[in-house]
């Protein structure tokens, strides 16, 4: 099959493409390094040329409210309209479990308007819903800092690793569409402040951590629904204390 990985030099994408290529499969990284823009539409045409499954893991490179919803919306028009116009016959995206319960975020606003814009378009689809990744989990933490302490609500969260998503993403993206959207989550949902605290006694941390019910992820409140998926969600199996370990034995933190 030959497959496009928009974002396929990310976190995501590149293990994406690798695990794509190992069972054999005819596999275009695309990225603006590699001359393939979804916003430009450098490179775009050509790359859907006899493509099967474009996979959609890029990422807007800022987040301020305005400029992610534009990069989403332009990308994902972009990319749609290309994939009509090669006759590709599997659009599948990766987005954000809860992202229709945290519209005070202008980032998971982004992630809904993608979303839309792909059940509109007519072509067949799956989106794979993700929490929040490990890798993400120390950003989490740094923006709930608040002088010399972390103030950090106490919501239920249920990070997943990378490598869970990207085997999830591959089963998806190797399987029939759906017309609709899966989820995938860690195998444990954790209060975000004892999530915090793991991590900063693993990486020998000692700022103190205050759980604060009014604290905001990326400017949106959070109840224990927000940040956790759906009882049919597919459950990643590495456990975040394993990948921490193994994480910080190998980053020397
Ligand atoms: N972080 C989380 O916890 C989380 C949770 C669930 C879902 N997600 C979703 O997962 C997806 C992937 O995230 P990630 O962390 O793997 O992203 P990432 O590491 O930041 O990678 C982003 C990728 O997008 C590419 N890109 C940027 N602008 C582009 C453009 N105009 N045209 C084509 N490609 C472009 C980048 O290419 P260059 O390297 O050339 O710039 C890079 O390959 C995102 O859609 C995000 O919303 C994230």
């Known amino acids: ?3 496009v990985v928009i974002g396929g030099t990310g ?3 590149s293990k994406l493409v690798n695990n794509l290529r190992e069972r054999g499969h005819d596999v275009l990284a695309a990225a603006p390094s590699t001359g393939i823009n979804s916003i ?3 490179g775009l045409a050509a790359a859907m040329d ?13 987040w301020e409210d305005q400029a992610v ?13 290309a994939e009509a116009a090669a006759g590709v016959r599997h659009h599948v995206a990766l987005s954000i479990v809860g992202s229709e319960r945290l519209p005070d975020s202008g980032y998971f ?16 689809y799956t989106i794979l819903r993700a929490t929040q990744f490990f890798e993400f989990v120390d950003g989490i933490v740094q923006s709930f800092a608040v002088g010399e302490e972390f103030r950090v609500s106490p919501a239920l969260i249920q990070p997943v690793a990378s490598d869970d998503v990207v085997a999830a993403l591959a089963n998806v993206v190797l399987a029939a569409p759906v017309n609709g959207t899966v989820e995938v989550a860690g195998p444990e949902a954790i209060p975000l402040d004892e999530l915090a605290r793991r991590f900063l006694r693993v990486t020998q941390n000692n700022r103190k951590v205050e759980p604060d019910v009014n604290a905001r992820y990326f400017g949106a409140a959070l109840d224990d629904q927000s940040l956790t998926a759906g009882k049919n969600a597919r459950l990643g199996a590495i456990r975040f204390e ?6 910080t034995t190998q980053t020397g933190r």
């Open 242 to 247: 394993d990948w921490l370990a193994r994480s």
């Open 1 to 3: 099959m030959k497959i």
């Open 11 to 13: 976190l995501i994408g």
């Open 40 to 42: 430009t539409r450098e």
């Open 69 to 81: 919803l534009d990069f989403f919306e332009t990308s994902s028009r972009n990319l749609l309209a």
């Open 50 to 62: 006899g493509t099967d499954v474009v996979v959609d893991v890029a990422n807007a490179p800022s």
């Open 109 to 124: 606003r982004a992630k809904v308007a993608q979303e839309n814009l792909i059940k509109a378009s007519g072509i067949p």
